[in-house]
């Protein structure tokens, strides 16, 4: 079983900086894929960014090239590096992993429990 646990969270100005953590259990992580997700509230969830099994990345146009996803498999964890925030960036980040993230229903995936991003103008 997998456990995702996210940090990295907090209040920050637009144009700031900051950098979340995903650590999951397990030796499993360097096999499966990882990915971050945001939830506004009254929006849906929208993937933010994903590194598959073969180190493959994706991300979504209103994030590219402000926003990189890394992971260390020494350590079990991954990252979201986030430049030149936005107001609009604003949500509850979760950590999401599975076997086959992207191809499989979201509904499927092992969850992390979120961690609150906010910007202010």
């Known amino acids: 079983q997998v456990r995702l646990v996210e940090s990295g969270g907090g209040l920050v100005q637009a144009g700031g900086s900051l950098r979340l953590s995903c650590a999951a259990s397990?030796?499993?992580?360097?096999?499966?894929?990882m990915g971050w997700y945001r939830q506004a509230p009254g929006k849906q969830r929208e993937l933010v960014a994903a590194i598959t099994r073969g180190t493959s990345t994706n991300y979504s146009d209103s994030v590219k090239g402000r926003f990189t996803i890394s992971r260390d498999n020494a350590k079990n964890t991954v990252y979201l590096q986030m430049n030149s925030l936005k107001p609009e960036d604003t949500a509850v980040y979760y950590c999401?992993?599975?076997?086959?993230?992207?191809?499989?229903?979201?509904?499927?995936?092992?969850w992390g429990q979120g961690t609150q991003v906010t910007v202010s103008s």
């Open positions: 999401a992993a599975d076997p086959l993230l992207l191809v499989r229903p979201a509904e499927l995936y092992y």
């Open positions: 397990g030796s499993i992580f360097s096999i499966i894929g």
